[in-house]
């Protein structure tokens, strides 16, 4: 089970996001991400950092397609992709996608639904 936590930063153009995903009644899995909005250029990156230790490398640079904002990291390992999809008020659907021939194809990490919970 994925739980994560955020909250906007710099007069609302970070959204600073932690993440921890449970197993067994045990953390399996860390990940503290910054997205970063210049709306000025329409441009959004995400900085993603996690507990499997890899070195994070350039930002993502994001992109909107509808309802979805999707990012792409790439590392010496591959690319992953994570797709954010808006679905409804307060339900946010996370989707990780990882290619290791350049983006040819796409093999699913992990899919999660997440509801706000105030």
């Excluded at 932690?18 to 250029?41: I, T």
């Excluded at 979805?68 to 990780?96: C, K």
């Excluded at 992990?110 to 706000?116: A, D, F, I, K």
Aim: charged residues 20%; negative net charge; glycine residues 10%.
């Amino acid at each position: 089970m994925g739980y994560f936590t955020a909250r906007l930063a710099l007069n609302g153009r970070v959204l600073v996001q932690d993440y921890r995903e449970e197993c067994d009644g045990a953390v399996s899995l860390q990940a503290h991400a910054v997205f970063v909005a210049e709306p000025e250029h329409d441009q959004y990156s995400l900085h993603w950092f996690d507990s499997y230790g890899f070195v994070p490398g350039t930002p993502a640079p994001g992109v909107w397609n509808g309802e979805n904002l999707t990012f792409v990291r790439s590392s010496q390992r591959g690319q992953t992709r994570h797709v954010y999809v808006f679905e409804e008020d307060n339900v946010l659907t996370l989707r990780l996608e990882s290619s290791f021939d350049g983006g040819v194809k796409w093999e699913p990490v992990m899919t999660g639904s997440y509801r706000r919970i105030d």
